[in-house]
């Protein structure tokens, strides 16, 4: 199985001249990729990167682009309308449901986009990366652009792009942004597991993770949250200490995968999370605490964990995970009353995050693809 991993790369060893050319670029890129928006746009019938023919990205004749910086442009022109029009993907399973029980669509139609001109994405016809000469590791050569514009841009590795690097090979395409160039590596990680333990997860503030075998994993979460809110927003310490949290969360989810023989991870889908919960909450000192809990930072990591040691990945709806009793099902928001769980009706008590992650494991064997996951 092939994974994509990208690193980023800062474009500050650049001069300001190469900037300024730069620059240049970015702005008649925007302003060729909202042309072919405008023009996908009204041609639906054209869904795939093959249909774009020399005759459709020649229509921008007037830009002084090459043929090939206006054919990358109407690629990303494509993929931006394509991503807008394909509304039914963007909703959530609630608003499906509620669409299905009404016999109508509720949630709108689809809005063109704007490119902002804040990246480029380049083939390799346009951009390539070459091995770097002095003081740079590499260098980002631009050519193929137009007003015979050949552009070298100086770059160096860090920490994670050595590891990529070592791991995979470069994708054909680079991404500029303004302040960055990203990277794309194609790594070859092998089949999926066939044994290993199967569990769930349920994400939290006083634990980062508990699993369904009872493990309460990344208990100093709700400290480094603590010292994010003693921190003035935007200043250097306060920086600091985000970056703590997420170098913290990245080590907790690694020692997972390292200290056991993992097969299947199920976790709950937390989208919307942050709205619903300030919706609930009755303290703004809750709501500031929930604010700098990067819950979608740690789902994203646990997901490429997943994927770099061959585990498979699941997410389920969270809907009252944390309220169902898992011995006789008895659902009731009573029955959870903050880290403890005791079920009204038959009596079961245990750790809420815990009885939250049996619930989110369970959920996902027993729905409509967990059966062949059963041990």
Known sequence: MKITRSSKTSLKSATAEKLKILNEIFHEYARVVNFFIAYFW????IKSENQIKAEIYSLADDSWFTARMRQCAAREALSMVTGA???EKRKNSIELELEELLGEEIFGEPVKPVHKGKKMTLSSQVVRVEKGRNSFDLWLVLSS????MKLYIPLKKHRQFIRWEKLGKTASSVVIHREYVQISFEIETGEKKEEGKIIGIDAGINHLMTTSE???IGNDIKHLISKIKRKRQGSEAYKRAKKELSYYIHKTVKDLFADNNLRLVVTEKLKNLKLNTKEKSKTKEF????SNWNYRELLRIIQMRCEENRVFFRSVSPFKTSQRCPRCTHTQRENRRGEE???????YAEQADYVGSLNILHRFLTGRYGAGFKT
């Open 42 to 45: 009204e041609h639906p019938e």
């Open 145 to 148: 652009v137009g007003k015979e």
């Open 341 to 347: 769980f005791e079920c009204l009706k038959c009596g």
């Open 214 to 216: 009872r493990e309460f």
């Open 85 to 87: 029009k394909n509304i």
């Open 287 to 290: 709501r500031k605490t929930l």
